[in-house]
Structure formats: structure tokens, C-alpha cells
């Protein structure tokens, strides 16, 4: 079983068969630059120390396929949730979004969960396709746990409520389903205990909010 963290689960959950992701896709990148933040405080890299993010402890190793995020809370800490998410979603340039994409292929690529091509216009971006195996042991993993008597991991409540946003949840489960884990995922908010993820999920929503209300 191949150990996967919260933001590489989320990664290959929403590339698509020909393993792309684009940038435009405001919903899924804000989700997954939300997601390395989120991960990066559950394992106490990060803090918050008020409204504001900080850097807690060095970047491991292992998670340096994180290093873009992690950069830029270095640079600009103290610095609010939201605007180091803007970075890799409300930019004139595509550079963070396509960094960080980036290292998350390679590190998936390095584990076989996905197969580096060459991909995009004339073939000059590296795409990653995802080994459907893989995605599928997520998509169980969630369906245990949210669906059925398993144990709740806090990973997986933040996976889904990410896969949620980015309307990707009807990609994998029926819409009884979806209305189950949705009405499973409030329930959970609502335990004082993840207070993180209450957090993170009313970020998003105002992220979402300032790009509509820049595109209309």
C-alpha cells in the first residue's frame, strides 16, 4: 500500500485521464494550493498565529514537493491563509501553479502512481496520467470511512471536503452518495475538534467569492 499524503491524493484525484490539469480551472488549483497549506499545518510545519500563517519547522525531505507553498509563507510570514493560496490561483502568471503541479508529478511519478509524458502545446509540458488502481484505493479509502463504521482519519475528511469544492466528488461516487458525504462532511465541521478544516473550507469559499466577483 503505497503511503500518499493528503495533497498528493488530492492531486491525482482531479487530473484527468490524459493527465492534465488546467490552470484555469480556478476551483481545482485554489483547491490544491489550499490543500499543501492545510497539510503542511496538520503536520505542524506551519502555524497559525492568529489570522496569519508562519513557518513552525524546517521543510522535511519528504515533503518537498511542497517547497513552492513553504517558500512563499518563508518570504511573506506573517501572511494570511488566503493569500498564499491567491498565489497559485489569482496570478497574472501561471509559474507557482505550474511549479507545484510540477513537483507533486514527480513525486507521484517516483512512487508509480502516475506516468510521466510529454503532453500540452507541442508537446513541450511534462502531464502526468494517473494509475486508476491508485485513485480507486482513495476513492475506497473515503467510502470507508465516511460511508461506512471505519475509523475517521483527519486527511481524509480534509481530502474530501477539497474534492467537494472543486466538484469533483460526482467523479467517483453516485449522487446518493455525494449528498451522503456531504451531509457526513457538515457534521464533521461542526465538531469543535476541526476547527482546521471549518477553517480552510470558509477560505476557499471567500476565494471563490473574490473570483467571481472579479469575473463578473
Request: glycine letters at 4%; aromatic letters at 8%.
Amino acid at each position: 500500500m503505497k503511503n500518499l499524503s493528503t495533497t498528493q491524493q488530492y492531486f491525482l484525484c482531479i487530473l484527468k485521464k490524459n493527465g492534465k490539469i488546467s490552470s484555469l480551472e480556478m476551483e481545482k488549483t485554489t483547491c490544491l494550493a489550499a490543500s499543501a497549506v492545510v497539510e503542511l499545518l496538520m503536520d505542524d510545519i506551519l502555524i497559525f498565529s492568529g489570522k496569519k500563517l508562519s513557518i513552525q519547522a524546517a521543510l522535511p525531505e519528504n515533503k518537498s514537493y511542497l517547497h513552492q507553498v513553504y517558500d512563499v509563507v518563508m518570504k511573506k510570514q506573517p501572511v494570511k491563509f488566503e493569500n498564499v493560496v491567491e498565489c497559485f490561483s489569482f496570478n497574472f502568471t501561471d509559474k507557482y501553479i505550474n511549479a507545484l503541479v510540477e513537483d507533486l508529478g514527480e513525486s507521484l511519478a517516483n512512487m508509480g502512481c502516475v506516468q510521466k509524458v510529454k503532453g500540452g502545446f507541442m508537446n513541450g509540458k511534462n502531464v502526468y496520467i494517473p494509475n486508476e488502481d491508485d485513485v480507486d484505493h482513495i476513492v475506497q479509502n473515503i467510502r470507508a470511512e465516511l460511508l461506512e463504521d471505519g475509523e475517521i482519519s483527519e486527511d481524509i475528511v480534509v481530502l474530501t471536503a477539497l474534492l467537494n469544492k472543486s466538484r469533483d466528488l460526482q467523479r467517483y461516487f453516485s449522487s446518493y452518495e455525494k449528498q451522503a458525504l456531504k451531509k457526513r462532511l457538515d457534521e464533521i465541521k461542526e465538531n469543535p475538534k476541526n476547527e482546521l478544516i471549518h477553517k480552510a473550507t470558509e477560505y476557499i469559499d471567500t476565494l471563490f467569492l473574490l473570483f467571481i466577483a472579479a469575473i463578473t
